[in-house]
């Protein structure tokens, strides 16, 4: 079976330094990948999404970035940290076909101090 | 462009009763359509999904949507609540290429004793 794997669940981070958040695929390959944010009290925003390795759309210009060095592996990442980056950041994946669902990894909270 | 609504941002509900989440959709083409459930500090867990082929879609924990395309609605219900159903609940719908979701608000639910 499938799995998800993102980590950290919890992360504490000074303004201006820098992220790196990890997600990491099992039981399937070439699956389209997806970084969301939600921030308190809202919806689920959506930040990057891949369909295959080196792919990455962007959604909303942000102080964000995102990396897939593999198939299953996808990484968002910072050089400077706001304040404003703080939230509840979501990994998913979802198989190559129109009606599957996506699949969401159990979550990083970023506090930035 | 496909969109969701989420019809109340709280819904409180007594243990035993019935629970019934409303969700309305705008698309352009026949919809791919998702409930999911967030627990406190946890990822978004699939309920049911609707893919064109049944319009009682029967899902997890006791939960089940109806497509009704005249309405453009799928609500959730459950036709007795329990103490452990209480969380936020997202609708979803398919939007673009790359398989990517457009997510309702949320709704969150309590139950009271």
């Known amino acids: 079976s499938q799995t998800i794997h993102q980590w950290p669940a919890t992360l504490v981070q000074p303004v201006g330094s820098p992220l790196s958040l990890e997600c990491t695929v099992e039981g399937t390959s070439n699956p389209n990948l997806y970084w969301y944010r939600q921030a308190a009290g809202r919806g689920l925003q959506l930040l990057f999404y891949?369909?295959?390795?080196?792919?990455i759309s962007s959604e909303v210009p942000q102080n964000l970035s995102a990396s897939r060095p593999q198939d299953r592996q996808f990484i968002l990442s910072s050089k400077k940290l706001l304040l404003s980056d703080s939230g509840f950041y979501l990994c998913?994946?979802?198989?190559?076909?129109?009606?599957?669902?996506?699949?969401f990894g159990d979550g990083t909270r970023l506090s930035i101090l | 462009a496909q969109s969701v609504t989420q019809l109340g941002s709280h819904v409180s509900v007594s243990e035993g009763a019935l629970v019934l989440l409303r969700c309305n959709y705008s698309s352009s083409v026949p919809p791919y359509l998702f409930w999911y459930v967030q627990y406190p500090n946890q990822g978004l867990q699939l309920l049911l999904k609707y893919t064109s082929a049944a319009t009682l879609v029967k899902g997890i924990n006791g939960f089940e949507a109806e497509f009704k395309k005249s309405e453009t609605s799928f609500h959730l219900t459950k036709p007795s609540a329990h103490m452990s159903d209480a969380a936020e609940y997202f609708c979803?719908?398919?939007?673009?290429?790359?398989?990517?979701?457009?997510f309702g608000k949320g709704t969150l639910l309590t139950v009271n004793p």
């Open positions: 979803a719908v398919r939007r673009g290429s790359n398989y990517k979701l457009t």
């Open positions: 998913a994946w979802s198989p190559d076909s129109a009606s599957g669902p996506q699949h």
């Open positions: 891949s369909v295959g390795i080196g792919q």
